[in-house]
């Protein structure tokens, strides 16, 4: 059997990194999440505060958006740079006074 007029084409595979680029919930800062802990979560709070768009608040946008990022990387992240996005996430909760990582009751 022979389909005509078909053409399958392939799934673009970097469609987490347009995502990361151009997201519509949040403007982010040119090599955000290069910088230091300090660096990446100062520029997600900036991001996140300034948006007209995000849908939660400013501290869920700003911490779903490194969440994203740190799972779309995944195994490809150096250690490093795993170890330093967990710490921006501390920063994070230090920024918006929140508490630490939250533990789940068993």
Known sequence: MQLQGCVKTR???RWSAEVTRHSNALDL?????K?????????LKRSAEQS???K????RSAL??????ENRAGKNLPA????ALERAKD?????????GKRTRAR
């Open 35 to 43: 910088g230091t802990p300090e660096e990446i979560a100062r520029s």
């Open 11 to 13: 799934p673009n595979r």
């Open 80 to 83: 490093s740079r795993q170890r």
């Open 52 to 54: 007209t768009r995000r």
């Open 29 to 33: 800062e040119p090599g955000v999440f």
């Open 64 to 69: 779903s958006m490194l969440v994203f990022y």
């Open 56 to 59: 939660a608040s400013p501290f």
């Open 91 to 99: 920063e994070l909760r230090k920024l918006y006074g929140r508490r």
